[in-house]
């Protein structure tokens, strides 16, 4: 994407959110996005005006650290990216990343550099925007997974007419620390999308339903999954176990207690906005024991 956008407003719409001021950081976001999100709109209405590949999956990796050669995603699903009716997109994050991809992914990334950080939510908002495929499938950057499970994950999705689906998350090595939301057993089941970055979406209820929130980073897929749940039901929405990403919820106990802080921030945002996701996790739960998958 090419063009200054100003986002002072970004800043000062996470200054906002950080001190709970949460109306103000709304319209604050508002305004700092919707200069973004009009020249993205633009973009899509011109290249996707007719999609002559045929894609089915849009894969979509957002870094604020590296560029796509660097990010540890990249490695190990070649082979998924390779199919033709599979795309790849990358968004710079506020990088000064190339305009083009190298090795695999040469003929395939589709590469987008944002002249700053306007957070992940954001960022993957945008990815979703240029997406060609029914399924959206987003990744973190800082992980590691393979072809067969990302076949798997977009497999669910599209062959069972699901609106989500997230995978299991085992830590990068034994001394990582995982999140308790990370692994939810060995069964395929009813769960909320609590893995943003390793989870698959119908292109079309996403764009919607209004993609993720912008404040948010953490909770942003339970936020979706319940403006999504009052037309939808909950067995539309599933924990795919047989699919799974290595990622360290935290590298240590001081960075765990920095997330943990975050999340409870985002608990208040969500509160304000009247969702109540224990409430939601309890009723998933009833799903689950009524409904077999």
Known sequence: MSGNVRLASYAQA????????????????????????????????????????????????????????????????????RRPDVELIFVGNGLEVAEGASGPYADKARMFRLPENIGCSAARNVGAYVARGECLLFLDDDASTGAADL???????????????????????????????????????????????????????????????PLLAGHEGMDLCCRMLGDMDAKQFLYQPGAVMHHDYAGDDRQRLEKVEKLQLSDRYLAFKGIDKDLVAAAFREVEKAHGV
Do not use: M
Not at 58 to 64: F, M, N
């Open 14 to 81: 996470a200054g906002h959110f950080e001190s709970g001021d949460f109306a103000d950081a709304q319209h604050a976001v508002s305004a700092c996005l919707q200069e973004v999100y009009a020249k993205i709109h633009r973009f899509a209405q011109t290249e996707n005006l007719q999609n002559i590949y045929g894609t089915k999956v849009s894969v979509i990796v957002v870094s604020h650290r590296s560029g796509l050669e660097a990010c540890e995603v990249g490695r190990g699903i070649e082979d998924f990216i």
């Open 151 to 213: 076949e798997l994950l977009a497999g669910t999705l599209i062959e069972r007419g699901a609106v989500a689906v997230r995978g299991r998350i085992a830590p990068k090595s034994g001394a990582g620390l995982t999140g308790n939301h990370y692994d939810l057993g060995d069964s395929l089941k009813p769960a909320p999308p609590t893995t943003e970055g390793f989870s698959a979406w119908r292109a079309a209820a996403f764009e919607k339903y209004g993609g993720f929130d």
